[in-house]
């Protein structure tokens, strides 16, 4: 199984709802990724985790909180976003994250969010 | 300051023709180059991986060589089908961490 699924495929929410999203692997990696894409644009890393512990956050606003509650699963909670925050978010594992090794990452198809 | 650069942003070719797409960096120190492809609304998919000592490699219809020397990377697109419809990413690792650089893709279309 090379699948990393997210849920839920799309996403709207006003700037006062809180919401979560997730991410699952089955692949046994130990790094975990939380992409921001907007439209035309490139992938931006927000957050790293490895061996379950965040191991990078890209100077990224306190309204996202990102968890990783097992090896499997990594969240992204949400809360009084702004609808400049609209955007796909992608999730990403690879086998870890050893600076200097080539870790293959795999991407999930990723949860289109609406801030409104 | 890393970048990746891409040409073209957009190309527009036949269904059955081959195609080239450009890669130029100036990420250091080097670790790898990968060539990702997405479709509109998902995510990536890895095509290839290579390092600084791997000047081409291939995946079906997909040749990626990389010249390590001049900081250029090529994927070539051997007789197109409309499923190749999609951008191309081009993304170099950096040596020592675990962040990636990302350019800004070539948009493909393939016509029938």
């Known amino acids: 199984d090379t699948e990393v699924t997210q849920t839920p495929k799309h996403l709207v929410m006003g700037m006062t709802n809180k919401k979560s999203l997730k991410c699952e692997q089955h692949m046994g990696h130990r790094a975990m990724y939380w992409y921001k894409q907007k439209a035309k644009k490139p992938p931006e890393l927000m957050f790293v985790?490895?061996?379950?512990?965040?191991?990078i956050n890209e100077s990224v606003p306190s309204r996202f909180s990102p968890e990783c509650p097992n090896s499997s699963l990594l969240n992204l909670h949400l809360h009084a976003l702004q609808p400049e925050d609209s955007a796909l978010y992608l999730c990403?594992?690879?086998?870890?994250?050893?600076?200097?090794?080539?870790?293959?990452?795999?991407f999930g198809p990723g949860t289109r969010l609406t801030v409104t | 300051k890393n970048q990746v650069e891409q040409s073209p942003q957009s190309l527009i070719i036949l269904e059955g023709k081959n195609c080239t797409l450009q890669c130029n960096y100036t990420v250091s120190p080097f670790s790898n180059l990968r060539w990702y492809k997405q479709d509109t609304g998902r995510g990536p998919v890895s095509l290839t991986i290579?390092?600084?000592?791997?000047n081409t490699k291939s995946n079906g219809r997909y040749t990626a060589t990389l010249d390590a020397d001049t900081k250029q990377s090529s994927l070539h697109i051997t007789a197109s089908q409309l499923s190749d419809s999609a951008s191309y990413i081009c993304?170099?690792?950096?040596?020592?961490?675990?962040?990636?650089?990302f350019g800004t893709g070539t948009r493909l279309t393939i016509i029938p």
């Open positions: 990403a594992s690879s086998q870890d994250a050893t600076p200097g090794l080539v870790n293959e990452q795999y």
């Open positions: 985790y490895s061996y379950e512990k965040l191991s």
């Open positions: 993304v170099v690792g950096n040596f020592g961490n675990e962040k990636l650089t």
């Open positions: 290579m390092t600084f000592s791997e």
